[in-house]
């Protein structure tokens, strides 16, 4: 699995402490970025493009 890249990883920190993502559960919404980020590099998609996470979720 794909680091988080360390300046994503800062900006999600931040958005996750802006939205009351409690401590206990940020482990594993990281890990779904993860995922996520695994996702478009093996499908070669953009990550910021808003059709790849759409495309994560409600695959064809």
Known sequence: MLDIPPEVATQFD???SATGVDEHHRPHFRRWLR???D???KY???PADAAS???IHHPQ
């Open 14 to 16: 931040s958005a996750m």
């Open 35 to 37: 995922f996520y980020l």
């Open 39 to 41: 996702f478009c590099d």
């Open 44 to 46: 070669r998609r953009e």
């Open 53 to 55: 996470w759409r495309r």
